[in-house]
C-alpha cells in the first residue's frame, strides 16, 4: 500500500514537472543534471546493499553485537567515500554537464551546470539512503524503506511549488535535494532509535573483506550498467528541444511496474533466495522462483495490454495540461508502445539479477550487463537516426531482453531444471489470468467512444479506467470459471455451446 501511494505521488511530481514546464530546453537541462547525482549514489548504494545484506544476515547469525560494528563500519566508510566524490562533483561540474551532453547549447548547459551546483550535495545522502535501505531489509524490516519514496516527493513538489515563482527551475533541484536529505533521515533515525546505528567503533571489521570481494563485480556490472543512461543522454541531446524531457516522461510512465511490482517482488524473494541458498534447499528456489516469475507474467501481460492499447489516453491523462502540449502527447506516447511490448523483460530483470547476487556469482552478472551494454550501444547508434528517441527506448528493450534471457537459462541451470517444466509452471501461474485481463482490455478499447486524447486528459482517463474495470471483470470470470464452482460450469457450458453452434454453422456454409 505504502508502494503504491509513493508511486501515486510520483506521478503526481511528474505531473507537476509537465504542467508547470513542459518539455523545454530548460527541462532538458533538469534531467541531464539529475543524471550525476542519481548514477553515482545509485551505483555506490546499490553495490554496496546487495553486497551487505549477504554477509550482514550471516553476521547478524553469528553475533548482534558483531553485526552491529559491521553496519557502522560500512555506514561511516560509505559516508567518508561519498563526501569526497560530493566535492569533486561540485569541482568539475560543467566538465561531467559536458559528458554527458555533449550536444547540448550553450544556454543549456549554463543552465544544467547551475541546476548540478544545486543538486550536487544530494550524492551523499542519496548514496547513504541505498547503505541505509539495505540494513533495513537485512533485519527483514520493509515499513521504513518503503516510506523512502513518500517522504521524497511530498518534499519535492512542497519546495517546488513554493519556491517555484521566484526562482523557476531551480525550484525543481532545490526540491530534489530536500526529498533527498528527506529519503536519508527517514531511514537513519529508525536505525538509530532501535540501537542498530551509532558513533564509529573503528572503520575497519573482518567481514569487510568478504564483502569487498563480493561487492567488486557488482559495482563493475552496475557501472557497465549506467552506461545505457549515459548512451542515451548523450545521443538524445542531440536532438530536437524537448525530445530529451519527452524521453523521460515516456520512462516514468514505462518503468512504473518494474517499481511497483519488479523491484518489489525481487526485493522481497531476495533475503529467501539467500536463506534458500545458504540452506542448499533447491526445491525451495524452484517454489519461490515460480511464484515469482508467474506473477511478472501476469503483471507484465496487464502492462502490455495497456500500454500497447492505451498509451495516447495514458499519456494524456498524466501530462496532457499546462505547458505540456499535444505535440508532447504524440511524442512521448510512441516509446510507451515499446516498453509495453517489452514488460515482461523489464520486469523480470530486478529478480534474476537478486538471484544470482544471492548466491554470489557477482561475476556473471557484470558478464550479462556488459553484453547487455554493448546490444544498447550498437541498437542506439543504429537506431537513433530513423527513429530519434523511440530507437533509443527499443535499442534499450532489446538489451533487457538480452539480459534477462540470458540469466534466465543460466539460472535453470543452476536449479537443475528444465526449461520445459520451469515454463509449464510459470505460464500455469500468470499467463491464463494476464490473458483475460488483456482481453477485456482490448474489447474496451473496440467497443468505447472515439474522443480526442489532445483535446481532453479527463477522456484519456475515462478510457483508461473504462478498459481497466473491464479487463478486471474479464479477470475476475476466469478466476470464477478456474475454481470450478456452479456458475463456473454454467459459464463454460454456455461458451462450449457458442462455440459449438459456431462450428455447426460453419460447416453447414461450407
Known amino acids: ?40 549514489a545509485g551505483w555506490i548504494s546499490y553495490s554496496l546493499t546487495n553486497a551487505l545484506i ?22 561511516w566508510n560509505t559516508s567518508l567515500a561519498l563526501a569526497v566524490m560530493t ?50 531489509n537485512a533485519h527483514e524490516n520493509f515499513y521504513y524503506p518503503s516510506m523512502v519514496g513518500i517522504i521524497y516527493n511530498i518534499l519535492l ?22 526529498g533527498t536529505i528527506g529519503r536519508f533521515l527517514v531511514q537513519f533515525i529508525p536505525l538509530v532509535a532501535h540501537n542498530r546505528l551509532g558513533a564509529p567503533d573503528g572503520l575497519w571489521h573482518p567481514a569487510l573483506r568478504s564483502m569487498m570481494r563480493s561487492m567488486g563485480p557488482i559495482f563493475a556490472s552496475v557501472g557497465v550498467g549506467s552506461l545505457n ?42 533475503t529467501r533466495f539467500v536463506t534458500h541458498t545458504l540452506e542448499e534447499d533447491e526445491t525451495q528456489l524452484r ?12 503483471v507484465g501481460l496487464i502492462v502490455m495490454s495497456g500500454f500497447v492499447i492505451y498509451a495516447p489516453d495514458l499519456v494524456a491523462a498524466l501530462y496532457h495540461r499546462g505547458a505540456f502540449t499535444a505535440a ?28 544470482f547476487f544471492a548466491r554470489k556469482e557477482n561475476a556473471f552478472v557484470m558478464r550479462s550487463s556488459l553484453l547487455a551494454v554493448a546490444v544498447n550501444i550498437v541498437g542506439s547508434l543504429s537506431l537513433v537516426g530513423p527513429l530519434g528517441i523511440v530507437g533509443l527506448v527499443l535499442a534499450n528493450a532489446l538489451s533487457q531482453a538480452v539480459y534477462v534471457l540470458l540469466q534466465t537459462r543460466i539460472m535453470l541451470r543452476r536449479l537443475h531444471w528444465s526449461a520445459r517444466v520451469f515454463l509449464i509452471e510459470v505460464f500455469r501461474r500468470g ?9 477485456g482490455a482490448a474489447l474496451a478499447a473496440l467497443t468505447a467512444p472515439e474522443h480526442g486524447y489532445a483535446m481532453s486528459s479527463l477522456a484519456g482517463l475515462l478510457r483508461g479506467l473504462y478498459g481497466g474495470t473491464l479487463g478486471t471483470a474479464t479477470l475476475l470470470l476466469y478466476v470464477s470459471i478456474a475454481r470450478g464452482n456452479m456458475v463456473s460450469r454454467f459459464l463454460r457450458d454456455l461458451f462450449c455451446g457458442v462455440v459449438h453452434r459456431m462450428v455447426r454453422a460453419y460447416r453447414k456454409r461450407t
Open 54 to 75: 549477504p554477509v550482514l544476515k550471516e553476521e547478524l547469525h553469528v553475533s548482534p553485537i558483531s553485526a552491529k560494528r559491521l553496519v557502522g563500519a560500512v555506514f
Open 1 to 40: 500500500m505504502l508502494t503504491a501511494f509513493s508511486v501515486a505521488l510520483g506521478f503526481g511530481r511528474e505531473s507537476y514537472i509537465a504542467y508547470a514546464y513542459g518539455a523545454t530546453g530548460y527541462t532538458d537541462a533538469f534531467y541531464v543534471a539529475a543524471i550525476v547525482p542519481d548514477m553515482v
Open 431 to 439: 499467463l491464463a489470468p494476464g490473458l483475460a485481463f488483456a482481453v
Open 157 to 178: 513538489l512542497t519546495v517546488a511549488l513554493l519556491l517555484h515563482p521566484w526562482v523557476g527551475i531551480e525550484a525543481l533541484a532545490y526540491g530534489f535535494l530536500a
Open 229 to 270: 543512461l549515459i548512451v542515451d543522454r548523450i545521443l538524445a541531446s542531440g536532438l530536437n528541444i524537448g525530445h530529451l524531457s519527452d524521453m523521460n516522461y515516456a520512462s516514468k510512465i514505462g518503468m512504473l511496474p518494474n517499481g511497483l511490482i519488479g523491484v518489489a517482488i525481487a526485493t522481497v524473494l531476495y
Open 287 to 298: 517454489r519461490i522462483t515460480s511464484e515469482g516469475f508467474g506473477w511478472l507474467i501476469f
Open 328 to 355: 508532447d502527447v504524440r511524442i512521448t506516447q510512441s516509446p510507451l508502445l515499446i516498453y509495453g511490448w517489452f514488460g515482461v523483460f523489464y520486469l523480470a530483470s530486478p529478480l534474476v539479477t537478486h538471484f
Open 87 to 136: 566535492a569533486l562533483g561540485l569541482l568539475t561540474k560543467g566538465v561531467l554537464v559536458s559528458l554527458l551532453a555533449p550536444r547540448f547549447s550553450l544556454v543549456e548547459h549554463a543552465e544544467a551546470v547551475r541546476l548540478l551546483r544545486i543538486m550536487m550535495v544530494a550524492v551523499l545522502f542519496s548514496g547513504l539512503s541505498g547503505v541505509l535501505w539495505g540494513i533495513h
